[in-house]
């Protein structure tokens, strides 16, 4: 039988790093973690995003959105433009632009304005116009949950820019177009920070220029009084789009979240996989706690580790150190420790399993016996018989058909229990396994084996008459050996 080593290395350590890369495959993400990460470890607001909310207020003071005057869109523009804001996004629906009066398309048409368009809208803008577009668009799940964003949509075979991504893009941040989503990271709130100003006060010019000055400006409603499609944020609070929007400029600007490359991934699942195996016991589930923990710092510095793809390899191969030990406890009672053999409880259960489909499968047994074996021990010691019993059993291993079962039957002593084997098959298959065994030795010490075999019949109505007749049958092999000799 193997040693515990010997089967880690062969079967349990390929099979955690196969389970490990097929974990790593499936689930390269952890969103739920990064999720968790994200509301539990929120960044430092960016000082350079600001919100012109038209709030409720602004809404009382000025009327519905629907029937507001161009002249406040431009009053608004034209104060923050004297507050030396780096960049303004309009989140806003005006409409066809080329129907606008020409000093109001002069106001919007500015290279540090972005305008947000619906997916699909293809406004007409008029000749010179210079500010960027982009797609209005959020990745909203289920119960309108926002979690991620991207800097790209495909649309009519191209992609078009987002919102967010042409204001980072005018901030000064290059931004490459791309459909793959982006974690939309929370920001904790910060008084000294004033992030949203009420719409009319941007009007009115009660705003201080030092609060604005370098600042990217995004203009959007924020009052609750208006139906908006629902939107939630990863902590689950209602949060209007351009508030969305702000943090997705704001994710852009701060130090991009890094994704380990898949093939990093899959190395350190199946890392964790095989050290779990090694290590053994309770040891699996401490480098489980250590890969999900390790998730934190490196989160704090920028990396989204997919600790929870990692912690469940090393749970996985605790598993199946677990499963592997529970197997061998199974087993112990019924294996002989020394040639991996079933031992005598053994071949007792599997002739019982047997004896009742013996008429249409007749069953066959074989007894070896080795002479010579006491001497191996008494003079070369306990090791040397060792070596002698599983070479005798490595030979009868070769020579066992497919549905054959060998057991260590005694100390120099074994059997083969022969599958669909009856009397005219048996006396070959005895004279083969005799045959095998006939130069068998150990150094200067001749070694004989002796194989006698019986099968069911008629004659044979037990276990237990199959067992001695196989004896008899073997005793004389033993005496005409001895005779011949």
Request: charged content about 20%.
């Amino acid at each position: 039988m193997r040693s515990s080593p010997e089967r880690l290395t062969r079967y349990t350590v390929p099979a955690a790093a196969l389970l490990a890369v097929g974990l790593a495959l499936l689930l390269p993400d952890n969103g739920r973690l990064w999720d968790t990460l994200n509301r539990a470890l929120p960044s430092p607001p960016d000082p350079r995003v600001v919100v012109v909310g038209i709030d409720d207020a602004s809404l009382r003071d000025y009327g519905r959105l629907s029937g507001w005057p161009r002249d406040l869109y431009s009053q608004a523009l034209r104060t923050l433009d004297e507050a030396g804001v780096q960049t303004i996004g309009l989140d806003l629906r005006l409409g066809d632009l080329a129907q606008n009066e020409a000093g109001l398309a002069e106001v919007f048409s500015q290279p540090n304005v972005v305008l947000a368009v619906r997916p699909g809208e293809r406004p007409s803008l008029p000749a010179g116009w210079r500010a960027p577009l982009g797609v209005s668009t959020l990745d909203a799940g289920p119960g309108g949950t926002v979690r991620t964003f991207q800097t790209a949509y495909p649309e009519g075979g191209r992609l078009r820019p987002s919102f967010a991504r042409q204001l980072a893009v005018s901030a000064g941040q290059p931004v490459p177009l791309d459909t793959t989503p982006r974690l939309l990271r929370l920001f904790r709130s910060d008084p000294a920070h004033l992030s949203v100003i009420p719409f009319r006060d941007v009007v009115n010019g009660n705003v201080r220029f030092g609060d604005l000055q370098g600042r990217v400006v995004l203009i959007g409603l924020t009052a609750e009084s208006l139906p908006q499609p629902p939107r939630r944020d990863a902590a689950g609070e209602a949060t209007p789009a351009v508030l969305l929007h702000a943090r997705a400029v704001s994710t852009l600007l701060a130090p991009p979240l890094l994704r380990l490359p898949l093939w990093l991934t899959l190395l350190l699942c199946v890392t964790v996989a095989v050290l779990a195996v090694l290590v053994r016991g309770l040891w699996g589930f401490v480098i489980a706690l250590a890969a999900l923990a390790l998730a934190v710092p490196l989160w704090l510095v920028n990396v989204m580790f997919p600790g929870m793809t990692v912690s469940l390899a090393a749970i996985l191969s605790t598993a199946l150190v677990a499963l592997e030990r529970w197997w061998t406890l199974r087993n112990l009672g019924t294996r002989d420790p020394l040639t991996g053999f079933g031992n005598r409880l053994a071949f007792t259960r599997a002739v019982e399993h047997r004896w009742p489909g013996r008429e249409g499968r007749p069953i066959g047994l074989l007894l070896v016996d080795l002479s010579g074996f006491r001497r191996v021990n008494e003079t070369y010691g306990r090791a040397a018989g060792d070596e002698v019993l599983r070479a005798l059993a490595a030979r009868l291993q070769l020579h066992k058909r497919r549905g054959d079962m060998v057991f260590r039957w005694g100390p120099d002593e074994f059997a083969v229990l022969l599958d669909n084997t009856g009397p005219r098959d048996l006396d070959a298959l005895t004279e083969g396994v005799q045959q095998t065994l006939e130069d068998f030795s150990y150094r200067d010490l001749p070694l004989r084996a002796s194989v006698g075999g019986a099968a069911t019949s008629p004659e044979v109505r037990t276990p237990t008459e199959l067992v001695e007749a196989a004896s008899r049958s073997r005793y004389r092999r033993k005496y005409q050996q001895e005779q011949g000799g």
